[in-house]
């Protein structure tokens, strides 16, 4: 766990740049240290987090968690009074980080998760970028995955075989969240070829095209959500929670500190 990092509403997110995480994954991938889960937090986490307490504690003894999200790096702001700043880096970026990195150091990554094809489509077009990476595997989403029954404890098995025999390195799910970080978590220990295992969430769609990405200005200044919001209206919910119940939760429990120590 990084030693720099800031609580936002009881939830851990570490203060490292771009280029710190990407040198701790690379002592990771060469390191016989067993796995490591990556969680790249974002608002909507931080809000899920306050009454999932399982996942709360899966973020908070993490190996790394990043900010992905304009509004964290507000809130860290805001509750550190300007102390701590946390550096954004997006699904999509930390996705290329590390395939480079693979195809840099000889790693082998496997792509778990999303439907229709786009598990595949995001292998090919990383191997347009990078075309000495090693693909250990690509597989489609899974629809069960951590309410525990039976079948999801065999598919879970099946899973963990398939990407213990592909010998891959680098794990990235597109589950979304909670579910891919709640399965990195109970299945990591699985998957002994696995140093690193990060939860990506929608970027597999995002590389994949399949979902357009808000354009770079809009990204930069906090103002994704608007257009999320255009072309994904069915998000409404998960929309709000973002961009209106975060900040004011953030704003309250700020103000309830400050009050509670006059
Ligand atoms: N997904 C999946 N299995 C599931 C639920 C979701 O493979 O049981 C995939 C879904 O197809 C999408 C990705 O998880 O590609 C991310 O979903 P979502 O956009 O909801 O996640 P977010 O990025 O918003 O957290």
Same mark, same amino acid.
């Given at each position: 766990m990084s030693n720099k990092s800031i609580s936002i509403l009881g939830v851990r997110v570490d203060c490292l740049t771009n280029g710190e995480v990407l040198q701790q994954c690379k002592e990771w991938l060469v390191a016989d240290t067993g796995g490591h889960q990556i969680v790249t937090v974002n608002p909507e986490f931080v809000m899920e987090a306050q009454h999932n307490k399982q996942f709360r504690e899966i973020i908070n003894s993490a190996a790394c968690s990043t900010a992905d999200g304009v509004g964290l790096l507000f809130a860290s702001s805001y509750v550190s009074g300007g102390a701590c700043r946390l550096h954004r880096l997006t699904g999509v970026d930390l996705t290329m980080n590390l395939a480079e990195l693979c195809s840099r150091n000889d790693k082998r990554l496997y792509l778990l998760g999303? /439907? #229709?094809?786009?598990?595949? *489509?995001v292998g090919m077009e990383l191997k347009k970028l990078y075309p000495s990476l090693m693909i250990a595997g690509v597989e489609e989403g899974i629809k069960t995955g951590y309410s525990k029954d039976q079948s999801d404890n065999v598919l879970d098995q099946q899973i963990c075989k398939r990407i213990t025999d592909s010998q891959a390195n680098v794990l990235l799910v597109a589950f #979304?969240? =909670? *579910?891919?970080?709640?399965?990195?978590?109970?299945?990591? #220990? *699985?998957? =002994? /070829?696995v140093k690193i295992a990060v939860g990506v969430g929608g970027t597999f769609d995002y590389i994949a095209r399949v979902v357009p990405r808000a354009p770079k200005w809009m990204r930069v200044i906090g103002?994704?959500? /608007?257009?999320?919001?255009?072309t994904q209206p069915y998000r409404w919910r998960r929309i709000i929670t973002a961009a209106v119940r975060f900040p004011l939760a953030v704003l309250f429990s700020k103000s309830t500190t400050l009050n509670s120590k006059l």
């Open positions: 999303a /439907t #229709g094809g786009v598990a595949e *489509k #979304g969240a =909670p *579910k891919q970080d709640l399965w990195i978590s109970e299945n990591l #220990g *699985k998957l =002994p /070829t103002f994704e959500w /608007t257009y999320r919001l255009m």
